[in-house]
């Protein structure tokens, strides 16, 4: 038996993550990532680049999951009488 601690997986790996995304979102995963780890060359940046490989592991994880995107297409599609989402939204805003 080897001294060598056993590699775990980690969650936050962008390899990892990025394998796990469909290939219409790596892009969009890339430019943030590429853009927090310039931004964590200093100190104040490194949590930043945390929060931004926690928040698409977390989406990655979502996106793999059955039935997502029939969920995200609903969700876009039209509501209540035939609707669309924007419109309720444009429609129905409370004036402030």
């Known amino acids: 038996m080897s001294a060598q601690p056993a590699e775990r997986d980690d969650p936050l790996d962008p390899q990892r993550i990025l394998d796990r995304l469909p290939e219409d979102e790596r892009e ?3 430019e ?3 853009e927090a780890v310039e931004n ?3 100190p104040v940046g490194w949590k930043q680049l945390r929060r931004v490989l ?3 592991r977390f989406h990655a994880d979502a996106v793999g ?3 997502y995107r029939e969920a995200l297409d609903a969700a876009r599609g039209l509501i209540s009488d035939g609707m669309p989402l924007e419109e309720v939204v444009r429609v129905y805003r409370p004036s402030s």
Request: no cysteine; aromatic share 20%; proline share 7%.
């Open 28 to 30: 969009s995963f890339l």
């Open 32 to 34: 943030q990532y590429q």
């Open 40 to 42: 964590a060359r200093a």
């Open 54 to 56: 926690r928040l698409w």
């Open 65 to 67: 999951g059955p039935g």
